[in-house]
């Protein structure tokens, strides 16, 4: 029986504060967001699917006793509109939202 092959990409940067060594291995632990995905017919009834992701938080690294911690390295708009979509929400209907509470929103910001 013919199957369906099911594969992630993950793009993205994230700062990290020490150099790492080519071919090694490390463990890698962090949150990822996925925004797409491609499906490729394999001309027998089944598909190829490739998920498209992004890191979305901090990493952590590890190989032996060496944990290195990394940091997304996206600017805090691609954050915010990454973190729209994946809401489900149109990015420019949010900030006309957003856009419209903006004194509410200062005023609150200035009370701390």
């Known amino acids: 029986m013919d199957s369906n092959d099911f594969f992630l990409k993950i793009t993205g940067k994230v700062n990290i504060p020490v150099p790492l060594e080519v071919d090694n291995e490390y463990q890698f632990t962090g949150v990822i967001s996925t925004y797409?995905?491609?499906?490729t017919s394999k001309q027998d009834g089944t598909h190829t699917v490739t998920?498209?992701?992004?890191?979305?938080?901090?990493?952590?690294?590890?190989?032996?006793?060496?944990?290195?911690?990394?940091?997304?390295?996206?600017?805090?708009?691609?954050?915010?509109?990454?973190?729209?979509?994946?809401?489900?929400?149109?990015?420019?209907?949010?900030?006309?939202?957003?856009?419209?509470?903006?004194?509410?929103?200062?005023?609150?910001?200035?009370?701390?």
């Open 36 to 39: 797409g995905s491609d499906s």
């Open 51 to 112: 998920y498209k992701a992004q890191f979305s938080e901090s990493i952590t690294l590890i190989k032996g006793e060496q944990v290195i911690l990394g940091k997304d390295k996206q600017s805090n708009s691609q954050q915010l509109r990454k973190a729209v979509y994946a809401r489900g929400h149109e990015y420019d209907e949010f900030m006309r939202h957003l856009f419209s509470r903006l004194d509410g929103l200062f005023e609150d910001y200035e009370k701390k």
